[in-house]
């Protein structure tokens, strides 16, 4: 497939990078993290984002969403990148939807129609160890009368602190580190033995760490088929890296915009100090990695939403790649703006700490590489 964009495709991306630059500019940024919402976002963001049509990207017509698939919900995601914007759309209408997928007809009708109506906010609740490693589940789900008790804590829920339902990998069966004996479940946060901690990462956006005591829920709770949640825990995980690569290269193409406008205004020894070489030739090199960083991108959402056996390679490749050129393009940002590049007053700093964040987020270089290397076979 060539790794160009449809004309309906593009319309997305130029209706998403005017929504968000008008309505969720870095300013807004600022605002939350400066009057430390409790939220963490803007519900009337979320509301309207509902009504663009971007909740229920990957929700299916018959559910009330578009089902344009994870391309169109990549261009959002760039869009998100290019102007931080803050709102549960990684964590509801990418991760909360592709959970959903995998989940009965029951459950798709009654909760679909309101992720695409922005009505219902979804969290995964999948990490329990300092670094990503999905298949690390220690929390328990034991069989109790028609369903089963949960017991453990999660960490790094994103958006956890207000969902409305949780989406938790619990093990049935199996020891620690097992892929097979995964089962994933819907949670009510407010369920007897569930306690929340909001926290707010370096990037000021917002987590939680969730603790599970004895939690009961239903046999009509699970997600698809007990002991075989990874599947569907994979495909959502690979879901997010690929938007969070998406993410990464808005980052990136923002941060080259604004560090090549200040070289051309800047002025040292009587001369613009986009002028000098070493600093072109620097500007140069990373334009070409953020256009791979793209194409990478590209083809893993393609390769997503045909269904291609290969796609979870794409992914891990995508997030790796562009997590590697959102840092070098955070660095050289911060260091062609020179000190004034570290303080508050410039936007720039805020693009070096989500690339950080987002990096490290589902994996980072050192856990896709090894992910690489053991689905080529080294």
């Not at 922005?118 to 298949?135: K, N, Q, T, V, Y």
């Not at 949960?150 to 989406?167: N, P, Q, Y």
């Not at 995964?182 to 000021?204: Q, W, Y």
Request: hydrophobic share 45%; with cysteine.
């Amino acid at each position: 497939m060539a790794l160009v964009l449809t004309d309906e495709q593009a319309m997305i991306r130029e209706a998403a990078d005017g929504f968000f630059a008008t309505e969720a500019p870095v300013s807004e940024l600022r605002r939350l993290r400066d009057t430390q919402d409790a939220t963490g976002f803007s519900a009337d963001l979320w509301k309207k984002m509902a009504e663009m049509g971007f909740a229920g990207v990957l929700v299916p017509e018959v559910h009330g969403g578009s089902g344009l698939g994870l391309v169109a919900a990549n261009l959002i995601q760039e869009a998100v990148g290019r102007n931080l914007s803050l709102s549960p759309f990684l964590s509801t209408a990418v991760l909360g939807a592709t959970a959903l997928a995998g989940a009965n007809e029951d459950q798709q009708a009654a909760l679909l129609p309101k992720l695409a109506a922005g009505d219902l906010l979804l969290a995964l609740a999948s990490d329990e160890a300092s670094r990503h490693a999905p298949h690390l589940v220690r929390t328990r789900a034991e069989a109790a009368g028609n369903g089963f008790r949960i017991t453990g804590t999660k960490s790094f829920v994103l958006d956890g602190h207000i969902a409305d339902r949780l989406i938790v990998a619990a093990r049935t069966s199996g020891e620690d580190g097992d892929r097979d004996g995964i089962t994933l479940f819907l949670v009510d946060p407010k369920a007897a033995g569930v306690a929340v901690k909001r926290t707010t990462m370096v990037d000021s956006r917002n987590a939680a760490d969730i603790r599970f005591d004895g939690v009961q829920v239903d046999g009509a709770d699970v997600i698809g088929t007990v002991g075989e949640g990874a599947t569907i825990l994979d495909r959502v995980l690979d879901a997010g890296r690929t938007c969070l690569a998406a993410e990464m290269v808005g980052v990136s193409v923002q941060s080259f915009s604004m560090t090549v406008g200040y070289l051309k205004e800047r002025e040292q020894f009587g001369r613009k100090i986009g002028s000098f070489q070493a600093l072109q030739h620097r500007a140069a090199q990373l334009y070409c990695e953020i256009e791979l960083a793209k194409s990478a991108t590209l083809k893993a959402a393609q390769a997503l939403d045909a269904g291609d056996k290969d796609a979870p390679l794409y992914a891990s490749l995508a997030k790796a790649k562009a997590g590697a050129v959102a840092r070098l393009a955070t660095n050289e940002g911060v260091q062609m703006h020179g000190g004034i590049g570290m303080t508050d007053e410039y936007d720039i700093g805020f693009f070096m700490k989500r690339a950080r964040a987002a990096e490290a987020s589902f994996g980072d270089l050192s856990f896709h590489g090894d992910r690489l290397a053991r689905m080529l076979g080294y």
